[in-house]
């Protein structure tokens, strides 16, 4: 139900903007979750944004360099990836959570789009 798209290949220090959208019903008054994993590793937090977009949370790994917005008139949940380095390769994957509380936590996500990959070379 959530189609993330924009994930590529790109060099050190470059940037990309993924973005999500749901494919059929608006996900009103839900918070939004950005998450990735490495190769070879679990699947971790990234970014969390709460449906005023007035609120937003990050892994500590991405600080400052991600940043997770949302236009809810498109329905659509952006996170903009800049000075990427190699180790934010992974796949990353949009999620939409009716809680706003423990939204870090992947359990707390319902829904999920199907992933984009992101390369980051050196």
């Known amino acids: 139900q959530l189609q993330a798209s924009g994930g590529g290949s790109v060099l050190t220090g470059g940037s990309l903007r993924l973005s999500c959208a749901p494919s059929?019903?608006?996900?009103?008054?839900?918070?939004w979750g950005w998450f990735r994993r490495p190769p070879g590793k679990e699947r971790e937090f990234v970014a969390t944004i709460n449906w005023s977009g007035g609120h937003t949370d990050y892994a500590d790994s991405v600080k400052g360099r991600f940043t997770i917005s949302r236009d809810n008139a498109k329905n659509t949940v952006y996170l903009r990836m800049n000075s990427l380095t190699p180790e934010d390769t992974a796949v990353y994957y949009c999620?939409?959570?009716?809680?706003?509380?423990?939204?870090?936590?992947?359990?707390?996500?319902?829904?999920w789009g199907q992933g984009t990959l992101v390369t980051v070379s050196s």
């Open positions: 059929g019903r608006p996900f009103s008054g839900y918070t």
């Open positions: 999620a939409a959570s009716p809680s706003t509380v423990g939204v870090t936590a992947p359990g707390r996500y319902d829904y």
